[in-house]
Nanobody, 125 residues
Framework: QVRLVESGGGSVQAGGQLRLSCAAS????????MGWFRQAPGKEREGVAT????????YYADSVKGRFTISQDNAGLTVYLQMNSLEPEDTAMYYC??????????????????WGHGTQVTVSS
C-alpha cells in the first residue's frame, strides 16, 4: 500500500522560499515517476514538477522553471520541492503524487495513481 505524506508548507512573503517534503512508503524495486502538483482555489490541479526515480530526470512547468527544484533522497523514498523566489501566484495546496512502478512522467494528474493529502503554501505580496 502506497502512502504519501507532505510537509513543509506555510506562509511566506513574495520573494521568500520554502522546501516541501514528501515522505513515501512504497516499493523501490522498480522506478516510477514522482511529482508535485498544486491547486489554487477555483482552479484545476496543475503539474508543477516531476522526477523519474531511476534516471532522476526532472520536468518542470514553465511557470516555475528556474525557481523550483525537485529532487529525491538516495533511497528514493523522500521527494523534495525547493521553491525559491516565491510569488503570490504560487499560492495553492501542493500535492505529492506517484505512479505505479514503471509509470511515465507526465504533467497530468491523470497519469498518477497515488496522492497525498496536500500541504498549503501561501505567498503574500
Amino acid at each position: 500500500q502506497v502512502r504519501l505524506v507532505e510537509s513543509g508548507g506555510g506562509s511566506v512573503q513574495a520573494g521568500g522560499q520554502l522546501r516541501l517534503s514528501c515522505a513515501a512508503s512504497l516499493s523501490t524495486y522498480r522506478s516510477r515517476c514522482m511529482g508535485w502538483f498544486r491547486q489554487a482555489p477555483g482552479k484545476e490541479r496543475e503539474g508543477v514538477a516531476t522526477i523519474y526515480t531511476g534516471s532522476k530526470n526532472t520536468y518542470y512547468a514553465d511557470s516555475v522553471k528556474g525557481r523550483f527544484t525537485i529532487s529525491q533522497d538516495n533511497a528514493g523514498l523522500t521527494v523534495y520541492l525547493q521553491m525559491n523566489s516565491l510569488e503570490p501566484e504560487d499560492t495553492a495546496m501542493y500535492y505529492c503524487a506517484a505512479t505505479t512502478p514503471g509509470g511515465r512522467c507526465v504533467m497530468s494528474q491523470a497519469g498518477f495513481d497515488y496522492w497525498g493529502h496536500g500541504t498549503q503554501v501561501t505567498v503574500s505580496s
